[in-house]
């Protein structure tokens, strides 16, 4: 699964530590996620998509080994 | 986020006060082949007692140094508390890689004792299932904390 979060984020013009904040999880997970080493639970996925205002279609997509 | 069976993360710093002076007390123990058996002589009941050239008795009131127990018990409980508070900022990250990490120090624990049933018989073996009572908290306190360790040095924010 890949996502589009370090794009969006510079759209928002947030850093990672502002953006875990935000949705209360360490700053190492967003880290993880940006690095794709990590496929966030469905929870914090939708978090995501609340704080940047878009399906989570948008934010992340499915590959062709997945 | 919720997490099951973990304790509050102040509970780590207790853990650690256990666990770290045991460990020391232990290790000069095994190296100078002290013998504490000589401190802390009080009767304690035993469940079940079994000594060599003796009868065995269920139940029984015995004399015996509690210093080694002590010891256990405080390895024991400090492990498991640094092993599973929670850190300050626990999340599902972190729980992912607390999950690999007791996989991974369960296979070497294991692992160990499959090759030492092989390899070593007698005193020696008994000697190992002795630290093995140890080991599984200590290699996961080992790999967990630096997994961790390497989670914050290379996780620069670009």
Known sequence: MTNNLKVLRAIKNISQEELAKKIAVSRQTINAMEKGKYVPSTVLALKLSRYFEKPVEEIFTLESTD | ?158
Not at chain 2, 113 to 131: P, Q, W
Request: net charge neutral.
């Open chain 2, 1 to 158: 986020m919720k997490t099951q069976f973990l304790f509050p993360n102040k509970y780590k710093k207790l853990g650690w006060i256990l666990f770290v002076p045991s460990l020391i007390i232990q290790l000069i123990a095994i190296l100078c082949e002290l013998s504490l058996d000589n401190y802390l002589n009080v009767k304690v009941l035993a469940l079940y007692q079994d000594t060599f050239g003796n009868k065995s008795h269920f139940f029984s009131i015995i004399q015996n140094s509690i210093s080694d127990e002590l010891l256990t018990i405080s390895l024991i409980i400090g492990g498991i508390l640094i092993c599973f508070s929670k850190l300050k900022n626990e999340d599902e990250y972190i729980s992912k890689i607390r999950y690999e990490s007791l996989v991974w120090s369960t296979y070497l624990n294991y692992g160990l004792i499959v090759f030492f049933t092989i390899f070593l018989y007698g005193i020696s073996y008994l000697n190992v299932l002795f630290y093995n009572m140890f080991t599984l908290i200590l290699f996961f306190i080992i790999r967990f904390h630096y997994m961790i360790y390497k989670l914050n040095s290379n996780s620069d924010d670009e």
